[in-house]
T-cell receptor, first 114, second 111 residues
Framework: DAGVTQSPTHLIKTRGQHVTLRCSPI?????VSWYQQVLGQGPQFIFQ???????GRGNFPDRFSARQFPNYSSELNVNALLLGDSALYLC?????????????FGQGTRLTVV | TQLLEQSPQFLSIQEGENLTVYCNSS?????LQWYRQEPGEGPVLLVT?????EVKKLKRLTFQFGDARKDSSLHITAAQPGDTGLYLC???????????FGAGTILRVKS
């Protein structure tokens, strides 16, 4: 039973570097969203992709980008890393019925920028 | 900026006590979810409510959606140490397609 898988689980990068985070959604789910969660706060929406198209973007700088592949897996890229980018990055595999959206999260990638 | 307000921010109680966590907004939701998150892990979906006034029960947890679909509550009966964690509410605005999270309530249940 494959849930949402994210890789890597932990990552340490230096300021100015770039990073790529990966996510595989639940089989059959076509929508993937990315969230950033800093300590003491709830997750903040970064991107949503559906059928390989960007469907929504949160209030994040252009250093953040993402894409979705034909198999519905997704990558989140962050360029020119800043110390403030240190956070838990969560990928959500989503179902959307007529009146509700449900998100199932992976375990996250803990990014530390030093 | 968090558009969903959760209260309290932190709750420390003894095993066996009851508690209620609140989630409020000035906007209408098409649906609202409650999640529980443990340190270093992703949030785990507990329940989804979609109808104003809806009440759902999950063992010792009771979830209620306000009549106007602007607020929700989570009530835990006879809390246990295993209930310890971060409880998050998240809503989808009417006509929206993304989740907006509250800041969360940290619950600690002492044995």
């Amino acid at each position: 039973d494959a849930g949402v898988t994210q890789s890597p689980t932990h990552l340490i990068k230096t300021r100015g570097q770039h990073v790529t985070l990966r996510c595989s959604p639940i089989s059959g789910h076509k929508s993937v969203s990315w969230y950033q969660q800093v300590l003491g706060q709830g997750p903040q929406f970064i991107f949503q992709y559906y059928e390989k198209e960007e469907r929504g973007r949160g209030n994040f700088p252009d250093r953040f980008s993402a894409r979705q592949f034909p198999n519905y897996s997704s990558e989140l890229n962050v360029n020119a890393l800043l110390l403030g980018d240190s956070a838990l990055y969560l990928c959500a595999s989503e179902t959307a019925n007529t009146n509700k959206l449900e998100a199932f999260f992976g375990q996250g990638t803990r990014l530390t920028v030093v | 900026t968090q558009l969903l307000e959760q209260s309290p921010q932190f709750l420390s109680i003894q095993e066996g006590e009851n508690l209620t966590v609140y989630c409020n907004s000035s906007s209408v939701f098409s649906s609202l979810q409650w999640y529980r998150q443990e340190p270093g892990e992703g949030p785990v979906l507990l329940v989804t409510v979609v109808t104003g006034g809806e009440v759902k029960k999950l063992k010792r947890l009771t979830f209620q959606f306000g009549d106007a679909r602007k607020d929700s509550s989570l009530h835990i009966t006879a809390a246990q140490p295993g209930d310890t964690g971060l409880y998050l509410c998240a809503g989808v605005w009417e006509y929206g397609n993304k989740l907006v999270f509250g800041a969360g309530t940290i619950l600690r249940v002492k044995s």
